[in-house]
């Protein structure tokens, strides 16, 4: 029989458990203290439940944490994950196939980051994106998503958590609202929504639900001002344009605690002229939000290249002198491949038998 996992579960869904076990409700919230703070591995570590009440819990249950199988170094102090995780088929399905995902540790000086993945692989295909020439091979559960915090050796150092790993969040994105709201409840991890970032292409009525159901920082991929480009760039773009998706994000407050921004890859000679800048600034025109200039991480067979750190500059400064504060974000971890839109499990499956 298949045991169910305890991690990612809510304060009321433990007290569910503990309640059809025949246990009092409060052992939900003992269980999900020995879990969410204190991090245990096994049902038997939660000591402040009976032998007998433990016995019960494991017969049915099981933590679900499961430790990374491998993890590569860069020299700028970047780490590389390998997590094995269960996919599902489609959000609420049954488990399907044990695969891999990648996520990367990215301490800095004051701060530690850990970029984690929501799929394995992408359905939206953008042109620029390793990870989008994996294809798509499934779901996350909130599990296997909390599980890349849970079971990272670096786990107690994070400050901060970005959705920006493998797969696009919008799309799986009941799990990834549940796993952000047992990070920040106080049952939970406790931690607040401003620490966490989420990224997309913007996935039309998705997006509105998480903007209404979640408070952390969110992240648009823009990559190009103007639909036909944007299209050819990203095919999501097709089902949301880049104009609904700012029309949408204007119903919403990003002046006091939750901070919006744009991700731009500036590519040589596509995206990176005055014209583009321009269309930038009309616009994100009366937007509180910032934008994030990333240089391209060349992948196989594309046609792309990376436009010069002049150029990066250039387009910088302009942006910001039109009253959009602009920064330029550095590349870690691109000799290990764990930079932006380089991750792919494509070939770990078999290279791992
Ligand atoms: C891999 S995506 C994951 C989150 C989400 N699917 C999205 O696209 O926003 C994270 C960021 O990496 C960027 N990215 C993808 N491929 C890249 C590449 N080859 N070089 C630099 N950035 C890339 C994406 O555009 C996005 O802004
Ligand atoms: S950039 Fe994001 S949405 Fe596009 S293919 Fe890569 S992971 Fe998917």
Known sequence: MNKKNLLGMTLPELKQVAVSLGMPSFAGGQMAKWIYTQHVSSIDEMTNISKANREKLN???????????DAQHSKDGTIKYLFPV??????????????????????????????VSCEVGCKMNCLFCQTGKQGFEGYLTATDI???????????????????GQGEPMDNLDNVLRATEILTASYGYAWS????????????????????ESQCHVAISLHSPLHEQRQELMPAERG????????????????????????????????????????????????????????????????????????????????????????????????????CGLLSTAKKKAESK
Do not use: W
């Not at 017969?59 to 199988?69: D, F, L, N, S, V």
């Not at 196939?97 to 996520?103: D, I, L, N, S, Y």
């Not at 929504?193 to 209404?212: A, N, Q």
């Open 59 to 69: 017969e049915h249950y099981q933590i679900g944490c499961a430790k990374p199988i």
């Open 86 to 115: 269960v996919t599902t088929a489609g959000a609420d399905s049954a488990p399907v196939a044990t695969k891999f995902v990648e996520t990367v540790y990215i301490p800095e000086d004051d701060r530690a980051t850990l970029c």
């Open 146 to 164: 909390l599980n890349q915090i849970y079971s990272l050796p670096e786990r107690d150092k994070l400050t901060n958590i970005v959705f920006m």
């Open 193 to 212: 929504p401003k620490r966490i970032t989420v990224s997309s292409v913007g996935l039309k009525d998705k997006l509105k639900r998480f903007l209404e």
């Open 240 to 339: 949301m344009a880049i104009e609904d998706i700012v029309e949408l994000l204007r119903n919403y407050d990003f002046s006091h605690q939750r901070r919006l921004s744009f991700e731009y890859i500036v590519f040589g000679g596509l995206n990176d002229s005055k014209a583009h800048a321009q269309a930038i600034v009309r616009l994100l025109h009366g937007l509180e939000c910032r934008v994030n200039l990333i240089r391209f991480h060349q992948i196989p067979h594309v046609p792309l290249h990376g436009a010069s750190e002049e150029k990066m500059e250039s387009f910088r400064d302009y942006l910001t002198q039109h009253g959009i504060y602009t920064t330029i974000r550095a590349s870690r971890g691109q000799d290990i491949f764990a930079a």
